[in-house]
């Protein structure tokens, strides 16, 4: 093979992978527009103009925040889980069915009064004009946080 023939393949292959860049950054530009970005510590904080003292009393609110809702979901998960196993079984017995559902609806319970009270605190943080803001913009977008677009259409039975 000569060296021009290399030459002409080297300038493809950049060429190549330059357009494929350009091509997902587009793509990338132009499907994330319009989505909401997604409510977290950071966006939480720039949102509401917290000051020097209001982010260090943020600080620890959140880290409570976590440390009390990620072990519930993950024991919620591991109930579900749980759960299917015991369908799995054959399970049929309505008594450990409603034992299981029980155990799982009363965590689901705590996290969300944890998740609520969170949120009172951070509300109470607020100054009030910022608390306003709160109450108007951002309690909107808590309320519907982990909504899903509504369930998959149904498969057809043919």
Request: charged share 30%; glycine share 6%; aromatic share 10%.
């Amino acid at each position: 093979m000569n060296e021009q023939h290399k030459f002409r393949n080297l300038w493809f292959a950049i060429i190549s992978l330059f357009v494929l860049n350009i091509g997902t950054l587009g793509w990338i530009f132009f499907t994330s527009k319009g989505k909401e970005p997604p409510i977290g510590p950071v966006i939480i904080e720039e949102a509401l103009n917290f000051g020097s003292n209001q982010k260090e009393d943020f600080k620890p609110l959140m880290r409570k925040h976590f440390e009390a809702v990620i072990p519930l979901r993950k024991s919620i998960q591991q109930d579900k889980d749980s759960l299917f196993d015991w369908l799995k079984s054959g399970g049929n017995d309505s008594m450990i069915l409603n034992n299981h559902l029980a155990s799982m609806s009363a965590k689901v319970i705590e996290n969300e009064r944890n998740t609520f009270l969170h949120f009172k605190e951070i509300r109470d943080l607020c100054t009030p004009e910022r608390r306003k803001y709160f109450d108007e913009v951002l309690i909107e977008k808590f309320k519907h946080h982990n909504d899903k677009k509504g369930p998959p259409p149904p498969r057809d039975s043919k």
